[in-house]
């Protein structure tokens, strides 16, 4: 019983974590990633499909991204997508390329960045704490109901918490390399 509990747990810890590394490769460092045009949707022909389902996206030098359309006609929608998007890149079209320079970033776009990025993190680790909640309910649950006793009780909610521990720090080390990256110039 305490296994299954645990196994639960940590494929939820698991997710929260892929969550927040998802979120993170979506911000906009300054270097070109092909992850930042992730959340760009194009309407392609009244079907609302991500862009990278429509075009190839390439980032041939660190500043620059390149997203090359399948389909020339559609590459009006893109660049409106683009532009939707918000993502402060400004398209340049040559035939059905798509050329977005990525602007280096300034001090205080940098810290704004920062701090997002702690908010999703801080966000991360209350949805594991939140897990680790669920997991010692269900363990005390399972305690009532005569399932497992007490020192079962027990070393499931150590091992509940060694776990919670170590996606906690995962989640950290990954906002300390996301704010270097951000923060170098």
Same mark, same amino acid.
């Given at each position: 019983m305490t296994e299954k509990i645990y196994t %639960?747990?940590?494929?939820?810890?698991?997710? /929260?974590?892929q969550s927040i590394q998802k979120d993170f490769a979506s911000l906009r460092t300054g270097k070109a990633s092909a992850?930042? $045009?992730? *959340?760009v949707r194009v309407d392609y022909h009244g079907t609302i499909m991500p862009l990278n389902q429509l075009a190839? +996206? /390439? %980032?041939p030098e660190a500043r620059l991204l390149m997203v090359q359309a399948w389909d020339k006609s559609i590459v009006g929608e893109i660049v409106k997508a683009i532009q939707k998007a918000d993502l402060g890149l400004n398209p340049v079209v040559e035939g059905n390329i798509i050329r977005l320079p990525i602007?280096? $970033?300034n001090e205080e776009r940098r810290r704004e960045l920062v701090k997002h990025c702690k908010k999703i993190a801080e966000d991360g680790k209350v949805a594991i704490r939140n897990i680790r909640r669920?997991?010692?309910?269900? $363990?005390k649950k399972a305690e009532k109901e005569k399932a497992i006793n007490e020192d079962e009780h027990k070393k499931g909610a150590e091992r509940v918490q060694k776990l919670t521990d170590k996606? +906690? *720090? $995962?989640v950290d080390g990954l906002m300390a390399a996301k704010e270097?990256? +951000?923060m170098e110039v």
């Open positions: %639960a747990t940590e494929e939820k810890m698991k997710k /929260s974590f992850a930042l $045009l992730d *959340s190839s +996206i /390439s %980032a602007p280096s $970033l669920d997991a010692n309910e269900h $363990l996606y +906690i *720090s $995962l270097k990256e +951000i």
